[in-house]
């Protein structure tokens, strides 16, 4: 079982509407980030959380460190913002860790 | 300042093969991880280098192994290719490796075929 779970894996949605991306994990972290990955491969780092929630023009990301659950939310979302979303968690423990990376969700916002 | 940069970009090999990518860090960061990206296995994390030193390593056989220069730049190789080792990799470079302060940055990746 994936230490990280995203859902859903796919989402189409028309222009405008509010996208909501989830993320759960199972061990204990210093810090999750939420990255975008553009055809062609190109990864941006959207949020680095650790606790609460972070905004970011129409981006929002949340964090429930007791539920261990994340949530990216897309407001008036527009068709550039069509790629695939990747959780990635950096666990708390010890040990040779780097990031661990959930499957990631493909998102396709239609005009 | 100049992002994280990648090379080659693309590469095709053959089994059995070496090869060796280079990665470029964002001017004053120090420590460089690598990752692969396969449609199969999605992202997995390879190793981390900080101070020329590697710190952290991920789930993968010998073959892969890294190494880092004094200028922080980072190269890969992998030896004995195999046609699983057909991926994306992907570089990414931060300040430091300190956890509390992790934001990383991507390069474009180097895009992998093995034929």
């Known amino acids: 079982k994936n230490e990280v779970e995203q859902s859903p894996q796919n989402l189409t949605a028309q222009e405008g509407e509010f996208i909501t991306i989830n993320c759960s994990y199972s061990v204990g972290i210093s810090a999750l980030h939420w990255l975008q990955q553009h055809p062609g491969g190109g990864i941006v780092s959207l949020f680095m959380l650790s606790s609460g929630k972070k905004k970011h023009g129409r981006l929002i990301a949340t964090i429930n460190i007791q539920e261990k659950h994340s949530s990216l939310h897309i407001t008036a979302s527009h068709p550039r913002d069509s790629a695939v979303y990747i959780c990635?968690?950096?666990?708390?423990?010890?040990?040779?860790?780097?990031?661990?990376f959930g499957k990631g969700t493909h998102l396709i916002i239609q005009p | 300042k100049a992002g994280v940069t990648q090379t080659p970009r693309y590469l095709i090999k053959t089994r059995g093969q070496q090869v060796t990518l280079s990665c470029s860090p964002i001017?004053?960061?120090?420590?460089v991880s690598w990752y692969q990206q396969t449609p199969g296995q999605g992202l997995q994390f390879l190793f981390e280098y900080f101070s020329e030193t590697q710190r952290n390593k991920g789930n993968f056989p010998g073959r892969f192994s890294g190494r880092q220069f004094s200028n922080s730049r980072s190269e890969m190789n992998v030896s004995t290719l195999e046609l699983g080792d057909s991926a994306l990799y992907l570089c990414?470079?931060?300040?430091?490796?300190?956890?509390?302060?992790?934001?990383?940055?991507f390069g474009p990746g180097t895009r992998l075929t093995v034929t």
């Open positions: 990414a470079s931060s300040l430091s490796p300190d956890r509390s302060s992790y934001e990383q940055y």
């Open positions: 990635a968690v950096l666990s708390s423990g010890g040990g040779a860790d780097g990031l661990t």
């Open positions: 001017s004053g960061h120090r420590s």
